[in-house]
């Protein structure tokens, strides 16, 4: 469900569902909030061989950017939040499915680029 420039019912709707356990899109990132874990996935805009770690640190820390935002319009997630370890990925999606590349867990930087 996508909740970017959505009316404020839908957005409502949206964030009782990632509280819930379902997958939203907010700014061209997902959320999804799965064994005490909300991950926040951002994607390349390179090919995944091309795909420099440049790109996978500024996606994430506009990630974070976006995040702050959603927990600015929903105070009932970022209360939520408090009892959950926060990982950022950065994936190259192919059609039907993706590849992880980098990730970012309490601020320690994993790259599998």
């Given at each position: 469900m996508n909740i970017t420039n959505t009316t404020s019912q839908r957005?409502?709707?949206?964030?009782?569902?990632?509280?819930a356990?379902?997958?939203?899109?907010?700014?061209?990132?997902?959320?999804?909030i799965v064994d005490k874990q909300l991950k926040i996935?951002?994607?390349?805009?390179f090919q995944l061989?091309?795909?420099p770690e440049s790109e996978a640190k500024?996606?994430?820390k506009n990630a974070k950017v976006i995040l702050d935002d959603l927990f600015s319009k929903?105070?009932?997630?970022?209360?939520?939040?408090?009892?959950?370890?926060v990982e950022y990925c950065f994936?190259?999606?192919?059609?039907?499915?993706?590849?992880?590349?980098?990730?970012?867990?309490?601020?320690?930087?994993?790259?599998?680029g």
């Open positions: 957005f409502k709707l949206g964030i009782e569902r990632l509280l356990g379902h997958i939203i899109q907010y700014r061209g990132c997902i959320f999804h996935c951002c994607f390349s805009s061989s091309q795909t500024s996606k994430i929903a105070p009932e997630l970022q209360i939520a939040q408090t009892n959950l370890l994936c190259q999606e192919y059609g039907k499915g993706g590849v992880l590349i980098a990730k970012e867990v309490n601020g320690d930087f994993e790259w599998y």
